[in-house]
């Protein structure tokens, strides 16, 4: 089975952080590059992150940068957003991609993408 699993997500005040993991199995994972894209009620799926296959080039949108970072440990098959200095904009549905195309993947377009996972909720609230 092709499977990414997101997990990380919570409830969180805003200015907190969270670490997002995103788990691949049933594929070769370092043959893909990685995305993070969320979706907030109301809105369309946007592109936040998405990570290389040797996790050497990152593109993240320009509402996260200097607050999000996206990373890679192909050895544990695994990819990770640290987010931090949450906002309450930041609330949202985070889903981890996965693809051979990361140039597609950096324009942070909605697509069909490979691999996606569940989705793992963000909630930041005062």
């Known amino acids: 089975q092709l499977q990414l699993v997101e997990s990380g997500g919570g409830l969180v005040q805003p200015g907190g952080s969270l670490r997002l993991s995103c788990a691949a199995s049933?594929?070769?994972?370092?043959?893909?590059?990685i995305g993070w894209f969320r979706q907030a009620p109301g809105k369309e799926r946007e592109g936040v992150s998405c990570?290389?296959?040797?996790?050497?080039?990152?593109v993240y949108a320009d509402s996260v940068k200097g607050r999000f970072t996206i990373s890679r440990d192909n050895a544990k098959n695994t990819a990770y957003l640290q987010i931090d200095s949450l906002k309450p904009e930041d609330t949202a549905v985070y889903y981890c991609?996965?693809?051979?195309?990361?140039?597609?993947?950096?324009?942070?377009?909605?697509?069909?993408?490979?691999?996606w996972g569940q989705g793992t909720q963000v909630t930041v609230s005062s």
């Open positions: 049933g594929f070769t994972f370092d043959s893909y590059a």
């Open positions: 990570i290389s296959r040797r996790g050497l080039r990152t």
């Open positions: 991609v996965a693809d051979w195309d990361y140039f597609t993947l950096a324009t942070m377009r909605p697509a069909q993408y490979a691999y």
